[in-house]
């Protein structure tokens, strides 16, 4: 079930036109209704997708005639480190290469080093560098919580007493330096969260955090406005990693203050980046992750596919599609909203909705191709034929 990419040899080839291609005859699967438009043909123009209209009885020269094939959104990774932590010699190309071997074309960078992430964003731009388009955010935390890599616009300690001209400064320059969103990590306060989100939409800027900043309440920062928290397990707080808040997981209070999160969720349309793999694996050892996700889905709240880790050991391990399975076989989510996960629900996250995610004219021509059908089996991820990104062919080769 793993999708091995040779580290010997990898490639990458444009279009002979770059931006502009057709795509003659394809089953485009439209996920955001869950269904399948068969025989179409899709023109892109500028990496953009000019036309979408049923395909000739005749294929054309110049066309790709991909008859019988399926055609889906490139997969969104909503929880990535591409900066990260403690970065190893080829990290960003490990990064890089296991994102194009599972079909992903955009990924939110949820922290870390933003500058080194930034060099990697300016190289896609400029062609030198071929991957997914990265979306940066600016980490900050709360006095208590030490930065490793020290005071900088994309990693801000934040304060107690910060007044709100000193945090509408911060995300200014967040903005400027390039920051899609704030990562709001650990220790800040409710009533920070509730000064800071506000600044957020006045100024275009998402604000992203952690299910719970410790000090913050996983109800407390659902109602203070933060619209994508990450880590299912979270929900708990501090108490998740006690010995009595372990013993009072499953209770009637703990479920009903549970519930009552969820509802608020789905309420404001917050989404839950719950990093079901991540948690999954035996170092994380947090199997009630699983247990909550299946918990908030069921309570109506939207959920992003997101990893928080790339596992090198085995070769370009594809982690997003192992998220993606277990989102279908241990959480009890539908095919379709799986697939919305990976797509239009991580376009959501970004601010990008109607622009990737999705096959619609006028939307970015990230494009992944597969020989079967993703609504009937989340296999078909793993048997890809091509991938798109702005329109250009990425082709891999052993």
Not at 161 to 187: S, V
Not at 231 to 252: C, M, N, S, V
Not at 333 to 361: C, F, H, N, Q, Y
Request: glycine share 10%; net charge negative; charged share 25%.
């Amino acid at each position: 079930m793993k999708i091995i990419l040779s580290i010997f040899c990898l490639c990458f080839a444009m279009m002979a036109k770059g931006q502009d291609v057709t795509l003659y005859n394809v089953n485009i699967v439209d996920v955001e209704r869950g269904e399948v438009r068969e025989g179409m043909t899709v023109v892109v123009k500028d990496g953009v997708i000019a036309k979408i209209g049923q395909a000739k009885k005749r294929w054309k020269k110049g066309q790709e005639d991909w008859s019988g094939r399926y055609l889906m959104p490139g997969l969104i990774e909503s929880h990535s480190h591409w900066g990260g932590f403690g970065l190893m010699p080829g990290y960003m190309d490990n990064m890089t290469r296991s994102c194009l071997a599972c079909g992903v074309t955009t990924a939110r960078d949820a922290g870390g080093h933003a500058d080194i992430a930034k060099a990697y964003v300016e190289e896609v731009k400029s062609g030198k560098r071929v991957g997914p388009t990265v979306y940066l955010s600016s980490f900050w935390v709360g006095a208590k919580y030490p930065l490793q890599g020290g005071e900088h616009v994309w990693e801000r300690t934040i304060p107690y007493d910060a007044t709100p001209e000193q945090l509408e400064q911060y995300i200014l320059e967040a903005k400027e330096f390039g920051c899609t969103g704030l990562k709001l990590y650990h220790d800040l306060s409710a009533e920070l969260l509730q000064q800071i989100v506000p600044l957020c939409h006045k100024h275009g800027i998402k604000p992203w955090g952690h299910f719970s900043t410790m000090t913050a309440s996983a109800l407390e920062c659902v109602e203070a406005g933060v619209e994508c928290l990450s880590h299912a397990y979270l929900i708990e707080g501090d108490e998740g990693f006690t010995p009595e808040g372990k013993a009072r997981r499953f209770t009637p209070e703990a479920r009903a203050y549970r519930d009552s999160v969820y509802r608020a969720m789905a309420r404001r349309g917050a989404v839950l980046d719950a990093t079901v793999y991540l948690c999954s694996l035996e170092s994380a050892a947090l199997p009630h992750n699983t247990v909550f996700t299946r918990e908030a889905y069921e309570a109506g709240v939207t959920i992003a596919a997101g990893t928080d880790c790339l596992d090198f050991d085995n070769g370009f391990q594809c982690v997003l599609l192992n998220e993606m399975e277990m989102l279908a076989d241990s959480c009890g989510m539908s095919l379709p909203d799986v697939l919305r996960a990976a797509t239009t629900v991580g376009a959501k996250v970004l601010g990008m909705e109607g622009k990737i995610g999705v096959i619609r004219e006028g939307a970015e021509a990230d494009l992944l191709l597969l020989s079967s059908n993703p609504l009937q089996s989340l296999k078909a991820l793993r048997k890809q034929e091509a991938l798109y990104i702005d329109g250009k062919r990425v082709v891999s080769c052993e």
